[in-house]
């Protein structure tokens, strides 16, 4: 374990380079302008894995953007694991925003700052190095371990499953490790007990044939966007209810026990308020702000358009509306349901001059650890040896698609160790990684394998 350490430490600065190197690569899975980025991120990966000495690297093809798998398995009686992790970003826009360009990593103020640096490219070489370290200075890993990079995480994973579902024996596995979660605070290591689900929609709005002059139609021709605008307001109160009926039939409650230990995370209500420029919170007054961003479920208009939106006015009756929705689920909320009682609501309370259609995007179900296992244990040792502070187990209000599906899969045990940190402005302008968190990281990562090697 020493000499894994010290090869870390004489390793920082080549590992940081190689981080760098990964991040300059605009692999954006959303764009199809970057299809070819995409793939080329996903070569890059193979090529560093085999680099560090993994085994049976490859770059598996799917109908949308590849996979990258590697292994390193010495003896099957040995335990196993799975480490997930995504090399495809979010779009880097608004470009304007940002202090250098997004593609071009810069290091300032203790910070590396690059799209994906945080999420995931900056979380998953971390746990790389980690491995290359060990094979470089002990020529083997404590246990055997699987590496799982896909490409379409910030999509929604649509084909990950497929793949999975065609080879079993990737996943053949003892338990999964994934680092694409957060730090509670800075410095702070933490481990992610639960993740939202997500539905995404859009609903279309229509009325008359064409857009109508204001003048000699506007008090008896209904206006599209007024339509969409009552049909939204008609889906959550501003006590932060969700009014769509049948929404919090499945949602289950927190125990007493659970609500106490939320109470007992630093979780600085002030602070983040002030960190977000707000003078108050929204949502429902009964749980608290941290409940109410991981364990209680939304519903968010993300965009609304219609009608005229240019230079000066136009006196126009629009004949159509759209809004981009998103929910994000609890247990034991399902997407497709969740769509369908929204879906249902909208038809329910369209008025007779207009016609409303919901399209149904991506889904993915909430998730919530099971904390038993060993692979907890061995996490928790190699975050205190880390940190020299025992690490926050928290649930988080994000999505993690296929998390659910591995654990339906699987029914492994999953360690979620999350290093961004909280204020990384991942997918936001400026995202950036901690300097310090990626060295220290890697060594955690590394004492990892050998705590899980210890413990089964
Ligand atoms: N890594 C994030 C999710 C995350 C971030 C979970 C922080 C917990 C803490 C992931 O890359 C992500 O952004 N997921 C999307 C999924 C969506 C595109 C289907 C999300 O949550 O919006
Ligand atoms: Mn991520
Ligand atoms: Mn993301």
Redo the contacts with the bound molecule.
Sequence with gaps: MTSVLERLSARYEDDLNDLIAFLRIPSVSAQSQHRDDVARAARWLEEYLRRIGMNHARTLPTAGHPVVYAEWIDDPEKPTALLYG?YDV?PADPLELWETPPFEPDTREGRLYARGA???KG?VMVHLAALGAWLAAEGRLPINVRVLIEGE?????PSLEPLLRAHPELLRADFIVIS???MFAEGLPTL?TG??G?A?AEAHVTTAASDLHSGLFGGAAPNAVQVLCELIAACKGSDGKIRIPGFYDRVVEPTPQERAAYAALPFDEQQLMKSLGLPALAGEAEYTAFERTTIRPTFEVNGMWGGFTGEGSKTVIPQEARAKI?C?LVPDQDPEEILELLADHLRRLCPPYARVELQRG?G?RPWKASLEHPSTQAAIRALEATYGRRPALAP??????IVETLDRLTGAPMV?M?F?DPGCN??APNEFFSLETFRTAREACARFWQEAAETF
């Design positions: 995504h979010q945080s999420d995931d979380q995480e910030e999509i929604g994973s694409d979660t957060t992610c993740l939202r997500i995404v998103t994000r991506a993915a988080s209000g994000g999505s993690i698609p979620l999350g961004a991942a997918h």
